[in-house]
């Protein structure tokens, strides 16, 4: 990771992150924005590698700096650093699309190491969170078994992206395009009930394709 933003409106809690985010990616750059509207701004000028995104910014939601990423710079890691830990912000979150939810009540250290899992393609997950997605699932998740909903090719693809490959290493593993990659991953979070890598992880855990991660 070459190019960081850290949106968050606490000066004490930006350098922080700087930190951590330094200390993850030794010789990264890192920009700092204090509001929705400036988050916004530099996405939209700004090809990061990664950005870091607070969720209760003064002027707005840090969802909304996430939508506008995933918009106009798909390809960059996002992850949500917040220390918002329920139900509703966590579905919005992975919904919108993010990569990974670290909430910062965290060890620094344990934080860093969370970073450079992303850096991978590994979703990363404060375990707390972790735990709620599987009860979320246990009891909301589709009534059929998710091996009897995917193709085989759809389950190939599961097994990929759950081992942290991005959309153009499976093509080329796979030997199609990057866009048939990406309408199987939209068939095969249709058929999960799903709206994230970090769920798509999850299911690939438990259907016994990649090792689950401790």
């Given at each position: 990771?070459?190019?960081i933003l850290i949106?968050?409106?606490?000066?004490?809690?930006?350098?922080?992150?700087?930190e951590?985010?330094?200390?993850?990616f030794?010789?990264?750059?890192?920009e700092?924005?204090?509001s929705?509207?400036?988050?916004i701004?530099?996405?939209?000028?700004?090809?990061?590698?990664?950005a870091m995104i607070d969720?209760?910014?003064?002027?707005?939601?840090?969802?909304?700096?996430?939508?506008n990423?995933?918009?106009?710079?798909?390809?960059?890691?996002c992850?949500?650093?917040?220390?918002?830990?329920?139900d509703?912000?966590?579905v919005?979150a992975?919904s919108?699309?993010?990569?990974?939810?670290?909430?910062?009540?965290q060890?620094e250290?344990?934080?860093?190491r969370?970073?450079?899992?992303?850096?991978?393609?590994i979703?990363?997950?404060?375990?707390?969170i972790?735990?709620?997605i599987?009860?979320h699932?246990?009891?909301?998740g589709?009534?059929a078994?998710?091996?009897?909903?995917?193709?085989?090719r759809?389950?190939?693809?599961l097994a990929m992206?759950?081992?942290g490959?991005?959309n153009?290493?499976?093509?080329?593993?796979m030997?199609?395009?990057e866009?048939?990659v990406?309408?199987?991953?939209?068939?095969?979070?249709r058929?999960?009930?799903?709206?994230?890598?970090?769920?798509?992880?999850?299911?690939?855990?438990?259907?016994?394709?990649?090792?689950?991660?401790?």
């Amino acid at each position: 990771m070459k190019s960081i933003l850290i949106v968050e409106d606490i000066a004490e809690t930006r350098r922080w992150l700087s930190e951590i985010a330094a200390e993850a990616f030794p010789g990264c750059v890192v920009e700092e924005a204090a509001s929705m509207r400036t988050g916004i701004a530099r996405v939209a000028s700004v090809d990061f590698d990664m950005a870091m995104i607070d969720l209760g910014l003064p002027d707005g939601s840090g969802l909304e700096v996430l939508r506008n990423l995933r918009l106009v710079r798909p390809e960059t890691v996002c992850v949500v650093t917040t220390v918002m830990g329920d139900d509703a912000h966590i579905v919005a979150a992975l919904s919108a699309g993010a990569d990974g939810y670290l909430l910062k009540e965290q060890p620094e250290d344990l934080l860093a190491r969370q970073l450079r899992q992303l850096a991978q393609g590994i979703p990363a997950l404060t375990p707390s969170i972790a735990r709620r997605i599987m009860e979320h699932f246990r009891y909301t998740g589709p009534a059929a078994d998710a091996e009897d909903e995917l193709t085989s090719r759809e389950t190939q693809v599961l097994a990929m992206i759950g081992r942290g490959l991005r959309n153009a290493e499976v093509a080329a593993d796979m030997k199609i395009a990057e866009s048939t990659v990406a309408g199987y991953i939209k068939t095969i979070y249709r058929k999960l009930g799903i709206s994230s890598r970090a769920e798509a992880a999850w299911h690939a855990a438990r259907m016994g394709l990649v090792a689950p991660r401790k």
